[in-house]
């Protein structure tokens, strides 16, 4: 489904008038009796609330208010991914349209990626390593289909005959920034959502998939309010529920940027010719590496894609079996790949801050009951999330 058709089924579920464009909120003051929040607009216009939640996007002035940091640039908490992404879209007649959602194609530095978006219709995306500005200050003289027919040549040519039949009008580039988790969500009856608070990269497509499972819960928490007193706790609720899922998403895009882009080659291969004799081809280590995972990856994706779309049920804070299954396999991968993308391989403390993305430190010492030595693994979870989501935030 496009992006535009969800969009517009939610604005036609809405009443008239409760959506307002061209006056956006700039900033917000929570009331000097604890209830109830000020939104301040572009325009200079007050508007009143029980609540007020952030969902303006990556550079958010919801956020920026909350933590008083600047909206984007240094300081902002968002920071350039060092990779850049090109997209469009179009009407592609593909040989097996409505049969294979999702395509990859991957390769040294860059991949390519095409989705079926129903009616006909795909939507591509072209990663790659480039420095920040790329987009701008990199000269395209014959277009930017050309640009980059050139620099997928000699891979399949369904990547070719996208470019070709895309519209150069529809091509655009963006420069790709993220943030690390774990920041604040709330602040009295103010909340986060969506980019504002758990920025990632595309490589999943789960942007818009977490600010939707955002939301649900949100409103599961806010429907179960019977006075003004409680928002402020449920909004902390709301919080608790998404900070460890959407983290672990956060890492999981990241970690599938750098594990392509930077650990994926062409495949080692050993073969013998015609003479008799034997040929080494791509036997680096990247190469090497790519060779040992083929096995392993269509496990971990089977695990991820269970993980993303039905194997955590947002009850609690932490989903522990879905968690663990996750580790097991991507654990796996991270060692492999260790040489390669360093510091997603890293590990600090109980965050496993490559795969999971977290920005934690956590003493895993003070986690283990003394007596006996038994291992309490309610204690691990009680303090992964404080660590995330502290009781006076």
């Given at each position: ?72 640039g240094?300081?902002s ?95 655009g ?22 980019d ?45 529920r ?75 804070a932490?989903?522990?079996n879905?968690?663990?299954r ?38 895993i010492g ?10 309490d ?17």
């Amino acid at each position: 489904m496009e992006r535009q058709t969800l969009q517009q089924i939610y604005f036609d579920a809405l009443p008239r008038g409760v959506v307002e464009y061209g006056d956006a909120v700039v900033s917000y003051e929570i009331n000097s009796d604890g209830y109830g929040v000020r939104a301040i607009t572009e325009s200079g216009r007050i508007v009143h609330g029980d609540c007020l939640i952030g969902a303006d996007g990556i550079w958010s002035s919801i956020r920026s208010t909350m933590r008083d940091e600047p909206v984007r640039g240094e300081g902002s908490g968002c920071t350039y991914s060092g990779y850049t992404v090109f997209d469009g879209e179009l009407a592609y007649d593909s040989i097996d349209n409505g049969e294979v959602g999702y395509k990859v194609y991957i390769g040294p530095k860059q991949y390519f990626v095409a989705c079926d978006i129903g009616n006909g219709k795909y939507h591509w995306y072209a990663f790659m390593a480039k420095p920040e500005g790329s987009s701008i200050e990199e000269d395209k003289p014959n277009g930017t289909s050309v640009y980059l027919q050139n620099i997928f040549d000699g891979w399949a040519h369904d990547i070719k005959d996208i470019m070709q039949s895309t519209v150069e009008k529809d091509i655009g580039q963006r420069d790709l920034y993220d943030q690390a988790p774990s920041k604040k969500w709330t602040d009295g009856n103010v909340a986060l959502l969506g980019d504002s608070v758990h920025t990632m990269m595309p490589s999943l497509w789960q942007g818009g998939c977490q600010a939707i499972e955002d939301a649900y819960v949100l409103v599961e928490e806010l429907n179960s309010v019977s006075s003004r007193d409680e928002i402020e706790i449920k909004l902390r609720t709301y919080a608790r529920r998404r900070v460890v899922r959407s983290a672990v998403v956060q890492g999981l895009s990241r970690f599938a940027s750098d594990i392509i882009i930077r650990g994926f080659d062409t495949p080692a291969k050993i073969r013998k010719i015609e003479d008799g004799t034997i040929k080494f081809e791509n036997c680096n280590y990247a190469g090497v590496v790519t060779k040992l995972l083929q096995p392993i990856l269509p496990l971990f994706f089977g695990i991820q894609f269970t993980f993303l779309f039905s194997g955590w049920r947002n009850n609690s804070a932490l989903d522990l079996n879905s968690a663990l299954r996750l580790l097991l396999v991507g654990g796996a991968i991270l060692l492999i790949c260790s040489g390669i993308v360093e510091e997603s391989a890293l590990f600090a403390g109980l965050g496993f801050e490559g795969l999971l993305g977290l920005d934690l430190d956590i003493n895993i010492g003070s986690v283990f009951k003394t007596s006996n030595d038994v291992f309490d693994i309610s204690d691990v979870v009680d303090a992964f999330v404080h660590k995330l989501v502290p009781n006076e935030s």
